[in-house]
């Protein structure tokens, strides 16, 4: 009878750390890193942006951390996330440990999202021009432009229409990388200060290094953090980076 007793108990605690396990499982959340340091100019967006990219994650089922700490970028913290997303970083924000843990990260089949200032950032460092796309030349004054949707079946442009007219600081580039899948173009012709041409990129994405890249160059204003188009055109440059992610 003892022994009977002590078998059920063993089984009983066994059912209840499985329980737990599972319940624990279940409520774990995929994890977001949203980075925007700025060791260059500061956009005033930041603090709306950041709020928009939480809100966004739990209206998706995620989980968001932001932070402007350059010391989470380690091998094994970033491990805890589907993608990191540079938030209007500009300037030197890694130092050359942290640029190897993101390296590590983006070869074991990370994601990558660059939202607007993300190409003014880390001019030294070759392999970010490779994972960002391009580098910031210069921008004239915000105003209304035209935005010719490249890829109509890709989760970051399918919910447009094929033009997009909206408001933004409108960049112009340099070192842009050769085989991007380019998303959105800008028309010169709707707004003045152009400086790329008829081919004038304004998001893209593809695969790169084992992981994958996406990149928009909108989002300077404060107002685009509460536009449903912009956010959703964001949300769906992550899905596509966290595709590849185990």
């Not at 739990?58 to 805890?80: I, P, S, Y």
């Not at 070192?175 to 893209?204: A, C, T």
């Not at 536009?227 to 595709?243: R, S, T």
Request: hydrophobic residues 40%; charged residues 25%; contains cysteine.
């Amino acid at each position: 009878m003892k022994f009977l007793l002590r078998s059920l108990l063993i089984i009983c605690g066994i059912c209840i750390l499985f329980a737990g396990y599972a319940f624990t499982t279940a409520k774990a959340k995929p994890r977001l890193l949203v980075f925007s340091k700025t060791a260059g100019f500061r956009h005033d967006c930041i603090p709306v942006a950041k709020l928009a990219m939480m809100q966004l994650g739990a209206e998706k089922g995620f989980a968001v951390d932001t932070t402007e700490d350059a010391a989470v970028f380690t091998a094994k913290n970033l491990k805890r996330y589907k993608a990191i997303i540079f938030l209007n970083t500009t300037g030197n924000v890694l130092d050359d440990g942290q640029q190897a843990a993101m390296e590590n990260y983006i070869r074991k089949g990370g994601g990558y999202v660059g939202v607007h200032a993300a190409t003014d950032t880390e001019y030294d460092w070759p392999w970010y021009n490779q994972l960002v796309g391009a580098y910031f030349l210069s921008h004239p004054h915000q105003q209304t432009a035209t935005l010719h949707v490249e890829d109509r079946d890709h989760p970051a442009t399918r919910h447009l229409d094929s033009t997009w007219i909206r408001k933004d600081e409108w960049y112009n580039f340099k070192s842009i990388v050769p085989g991007l899948h380019v998303l959105l173009r800008i028309d010169e012709q709707s707004y003045k200060g152009g400086k790329n041409g008829d081919d004038h990129p304004m998001s893209w994405c593809r695969d790169f290094d084992g992981g994958r890249t996406f990149y928009t160059e909108l989002g300077h204003t404060k107002e685009s953090y509460s536009e449903p188009a912009f956010l959703q055109h964001v949300w769906g440059g992550i899905e596509y980076v966290m595709a590849k992610k185990k």
